[in-house]
């Protein structure tokens, strides 16, 4: 693999599966493949489970890494073309991500959207100027609109817990008080549309994802409808993508015991961090049903199954 920006990067997104569950099962089992590498991790906006999995993956396979906090350990980069740069930016992202690519075999970079500007958001300026400038193979850490580690480890975690070969995955919008990214939800749907299995996608009305990641999807404004035999039920807040940006004020959209009990017997998943009793009550969360802790330490093997891929092809 040369890059990993989405699952368009992946020739196979089951294989890699099967490569993360691998390494799940036996973590140092190419503990020298990355000896003498360094990998760069970029933070432009904050990270708990990204940063810590992915260090802890790149350390199973014997590779170092540099982690920067841009901004706040770093200088304010620029990333227009033909600025003149005399605001508060002291640097263009040409010359750093071309610096970073001097110390760095493979960069990873998160960065959020503004959800201002649909048009600059969708245009990912900053991980295209990664990949432009920096002359290395690319790791998206989340982008402005996807977020593929994170969609990489859900399929991981549905794979390790399904009963049935085409499990009913429905993934519903949920409550929260600041408007944030669609990365989580694009990217879900986008792998999952990869997959066998049926995937149901609820929201209140204006609140539809972009019909590019949907796919084939079935899309329903009725939560408790959608949640009807659910056997895994993915909560996530997205900002809408219509009205850009807006929050939506649906407080009834979380999930709680009842709406669980709507399901059969269903798995909860998300992605963390989650504010509980905004998105999903406190019972549900920790219930048995509830699966985001082994769902948040399974990426450090899909971050594993990526960094391995790469390194294979340097
Ligand atoms: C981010 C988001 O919704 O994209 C990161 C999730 C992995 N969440 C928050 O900012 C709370
Ligand atoms: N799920 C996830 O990406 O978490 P962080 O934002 O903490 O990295």
């Given at each position: 693999m040369q890059q990993f920006l989405s699952v368009e990067d992946v020739s196979d997104p089951m294989a890699l599966v099967s490569e993360a569950m691998s390494c799940k099962e036996s973590p140092l089992q190419a503990s020298q493949l990355g000896n003498g590498k360094t990998?760069?991790?970029?933070?432009?906006?904050?990270?708990?489970?990204?940063?810590?999995?992915?260090?802890?993956?790149a350390q199973n396979l014997g590779l170092e890494t540099i982690v920067l906090n841009t901004g706040q350990d770093s200088w304010q980069l620029e990333i227009e073309?033909?600025?003149v740069m005399n605001g508060n930016k002291a640097e263009h992202i040409k010359e750093a991500a071309a610096v970073m690519g001097q110390y760095c075999d493979?960069?990873?970079?998160?960065?959020?959207?503004?959800?201002?500007?649909?048009?600059?958001?969708?245009?990912?300026?900053?991980?295209?100027?990664?990949?432009?400038?920096?002359g290395r193979p690319v790791v998206s850490l989340e982008s402005a609109t996807r977020h593929p580690l994170q969609s990489l480890t859900d399929l991981l975690t549905i794979e390790e817990l399904k009963k049935k070969e085409k499990p009913k995955v429905v993934l519903t919008w949920a409550p929260h008080i600041k408007p944030l990214p669609q990365a989580v939800g694009n990217s879900f749907a986008e792998w999952v549309n990869q997959t066998e299995y049926e995937?149901?996608?609820?929201h209140p009305e204006g609140f539809d994802l972009d019909p590019k990641f949907v796919g084939s999807a079935t899309v329903m404004t009725d939560q408790n409808k959608a949640l009807e035999d659910a056997d895994f039920v993915y909560a996530k807040n997205w900002s809408s993508f219509n009205d850009y940006g807006a929050v939506g004020d649906f407080?009834?959209?979380?999930?709680?015991?009842?709406?669980?009990?709507?399901?059969?017997?269903?798995?909860?998943?998300?992605?963390?961090?989650?504010?509980?009793?905004v998105v999903v009550s406190d019972d549900v969360i920790e219930s048995d049903q509830s699966v985001v802790i082994q769902q948040a330490g399974n990426r450090v093997y899909a971050a594993q199954a990526v960094l391995q891929s790469i390194l294979k092809s340097l």
């Open positions: 990998l760069g991790l970029i933070f432009f906006n904050p990270s708990l489970r990204t940063r810590m999995s992915t260090v802890k993956a073309d033909q600025v493979i960069l990873g970079i998160r960065t959020f959207p503004g959800l201002e500007d649909r048009d600059t958001d969708y245009q990912e300026k900053l991980l295209t100027a990664f990949v432009e400038n920096c995937l149901v996608i609820a407080p009834d959209w979380q999930i709680t015991s009842e709406k669980m009990a709507l399901t059969n017997q269903a798995y909860f998943m998300h992605c963390l961090p989650v504010r509980r009793n």
